[in-house]
């Protein structure tokens, strides 16, 4: 028989426990919620989109600025320079979960507040670094601001909006999403070429500042006191875990793949991750709630998250230095033709987000899901001689294929959670999310620098390499790039099949 489940619908509420079981909850009535104005859903969505547009803004516009930063600090694409970007995806995978329950215990507002004030900070340390080690240092110290922010804007949405309307809000964060990574790649072209790759990162500034005071003077404060305790040992193997694992397939074909510092840290990455479920089964307060993975939609939809992102992220990373080393495009070329899959990707994700509320989710994610392979194996024939218009039609393909996933995996992610667990499966979700796009670096780069792309397109970037020697460079760095986005597609296609397996979806809210 099913239990009778109470819905919580409104933000100043969700999370709320019976007295009964949990003495020390402050259990807050509809009469005195109504007490305090509330914001409407719209509002909630505006101060969200901030968060999520200044995030993901930093991140394409980053992306663009890659091969500017690696030549001012005089390095091919290389384990170093991969880590201006891996060193943010870690720090946040790091401190996801554990903020997702600390919003969960003590109020989505505090967590929301201080994600805006680090990642500002974080920003301007950026901007400010001499060198590329203080650089990848302080992007962990950005990354800690963007968990913050990351770990609580689902659930911020899902309880501000009805549960027949929880597609649609995710659409319209997606599209915002879109929004920040679709103009970050053109603004970032426009700043590097005429100022400096410094203020690709100040720019994050006056948004955080807007961001932050919008927060504080519209967002509600209400008493939420879920009991519960930190996990740092899962924290720590997961933070460790992936560093370890990454660092590894960064550095490898740098130090050799059958040194001893390599080996060990595969070792240690494939141990702790390996171990964290059963130490975290044996946890009182565990930072992955493994109750979680016992829902069939729920699994499928993070594996198949984690598939999508794995698959998808490395063309982000990897794309400007085709455009820019091996195809010699100006800087703000790049920056527009790196646009055509974030636009395709913001068209569509809304209608995605809506028509699953109104058929389901399954069938858009495996639909999805297979136009995404289909755009990542015709990037991945992309070379020295193919068209612009090639170029957008196989970006725009891959973007319609992760905006129709996108928005109906999500909505089916949190809907198969329940209510008083929607922090957890935010973090969750959050984290799937950083674990693909760290493995997607880090994996499409060892395979593009150990077939020699990378160096290849250091040479014909910086150089000016004879008639005799240029085609030979031409095509290592073409084969090397084919390798990893084929490699990408196949990932792709295995996600096919996971959302495939996903069964029925039941909401639970």
């Known amino acids: 028989m099913k239990k009778p489940e109470i819905e919580i619908q409104h933000p100043a509420t969700v999370g709320v426990t019976n007295n009964e079981t949990n003495p020390s909850t402050t259990y807050e009535t509809p009469a005195s919620a109504a007490k305090e104005r509330q914001p409407s859903k719209w509002a909630i969505l505006a101060i969200v989109a901030i968060g999520i547009l200044m995030a993901t803004l930093d991140q394409s516009i980053v992306n663009i600025g890659l091969p500017t930063m690696a030549h001012v600090f005089g390095v091919p694409l290389n384990g170093e320079i991969e880590w201006v970007v891996i060193g943010y995806l870690i720090a946040m995978a790091a401190t996801l979960l554990t903020a997702g329950r600390l919003a969960d215990m003590i109020g ?5 507040t201080a994600g805006l004030i680090v990642f500002t900070t974080g920003s301007a340390l950026c901007g400010a670094t001499p060198t590329l080690i203080i650089l990848i240092a302080a992007r962990f110290f950005q990354g800690i601001g963007g968990a913050l922010l990351m770990s609580v804007s689902p659930a911020l949405l899902v309880s501000g909006f009805p549960a027949n309307q929880r597609g649609r809000a995710l659409g319209l964060n997606a599209l915002i999403a879109s929004l920040g990574i679709t103009i970050g790649p053109v603004l970032g072209a426009i700043i590097t070429s005429y100022f400096s790759w410094r203020w690709i990162f100040y720019v994050n500034v006056p948004l955080g500042i807007l961001g932050l005071i919008l927060t504080i003077i519209i967002l509600p404060s209400h008493a939420q006191r879920l009991p519960g305790r930190f996990d740092p040992l899962g924290a720590a193997m997961i933070a460790i875990g992936l560093a370890c694992l990454t660092g590894a397939l960064s550095f490898g074909q740098e130090i050799g793949w059958f040194s001893f510092p390599i080996l060990a840290a595969f070792i240690v990455g494939v141990v702790l991750l390996g171990a964290l479920p059963f130490v975290e089964h044996k946890m009182s307060n565990p930072i992955i709630r493994l109750s979680l993975l016992s829902n069939r939609v729920f699994t499928s939809a993070i594996i198949s998250l984690v598939l999508m992102f794995l698959s998808l992220f490395a063309v982000s990373f990897m794309l400007p230095f085709y455009l820019e080393e091996l195809r010699g495009f100006s800087l703000l070329m790049a920056g527009l033709l790196m646009t055509p899959q974030t636009l395709a990707t913001a068209m569509i994700a809304p209608f995605s987000g809506v028509l699953a509320d109104r058929y389901g989710t399954r069938w858009f994610a495996v639909i999805g899901m297979t136009i995404s392979c289909v755009g990542l194996i015709l990037i991945s024939f992309l070379n020295a001689s ?81 008639a005799t020697r240029l085609p030979i460079l031409q095509r290592t760095f073409t084969s090397g790039f084919h390798m990893a986005l084929l490699v990408c597609g196949i990932v792709a296609a295995v996600g096919i099949f996971t959302s495939l397996v996903r069964g029925k979806e039941t909401r639970s809210r």
């Open 108 to 112: 989505r507002k505090v967590i929301w």
């Open 386 to 466: 193919s068209s612009v218009i090639i170029i957008i039609v196989s970006l725009a393909v891959t973007g319609a294929g992760q905006a129709l996933f996108q928005s109906p995996n999500n909505s089916a992610l949190m809907g198969s959670a329940p209510s008083d667990q929607q922090g957890s499966a935010a973090g969750f979700l959050a984290t799937g999310r950083i674990f693909g796009q760290s493995l997607s670096i880090a994996i499409a780069g060892a395979i593009f620098t150990g077939l020699g792309g990378s160096i290849a397109g250091q040479i014909l970037f910086t150089q000016h390499p004879s």
